[in-house]
C-alpha cells in the first residue's frame, strides 16, 4: 500500500523557518517526479514546487521563490521542503505528491497524496 506521510509544520512568526518532510513508503519512487502543495482555507489547492526524479530540475511558483527549496533523498524515498523568511499568506495545508504526467503545475497530474501537514505564519 502506498503512502505518503508530511510532517515539520507547525507555528511560526513571520520571517521563521519551517523544514517539511514527506516519507513515502510502499513503492519507490525515485523515477517520479515529487512536489509540494498548498491549500489554504477557502482557496483551492496550489502548486509550490516539484523536483525530478534525480534532484537535477527544481520548479518554483513565482510567490515562493527564493525563500523555499525542494530537495529529495531517493535512498531514503523523502522529500523535502525548506521554507525560509516566512509570510503569514505561506499559511496553508501542505501536501506532497507523486506526478504521474501532464502539467506540473496541476493537482490532476498527480496520483499519490499525503494527508497534510499545518503550517500556520503569524504576522
Known amino acids: 500500500q502506498v503512502q505518503l506521510v508530511e510532517s515539520g509544520g507547525g507555528v511560526v512568526q513571520a520571517g521563521g523557518s519551517l523544514r517539511l518532510s514527506c516519507a513515502a513508503s510502499?513503492?519507490?519512487?525515485?523515477?517520479?517526479?515529487m512536489a509540494w502543495f498548498r491549500q489554504a482555507p477557502g482557496k483551492e489547492r496550489e502548486f509550490v514546487a516539484r523536483?525530478?526524479?534525480?534532484?537535477?530540475?527544481?520548479d518554483y511558483v513565482d510567490s515562493v521563490k527564493g525563500r523555499f527549496t525542494i530537495s529529495r533523498d531517493n535512498a531514503k524515498n523523502m522529500v523535502y521542503l525548506q521554507m525560509n523568511s516566512l509570510k503569514p499568506e505561506d499559511t496553508a495545508v501542505y501536501y506532497c505528491a507523486v506526478r504521474k504526467y501532464g502539467s506540473i503545475y496541476s493537482s490532476t497530474s498527480y496520483d499519490y497524496w499525503g494527508q497534510g501537514t499545518q503550517v500556520t505564519v503569524s504576522s
Open positions: 510502499g513503492r519507490t519512487f525515485s523515477s517520479n517526479s
Open positions: 523536483i525530478t526524479p534525480s534532484g537535477g530540475t527544481t
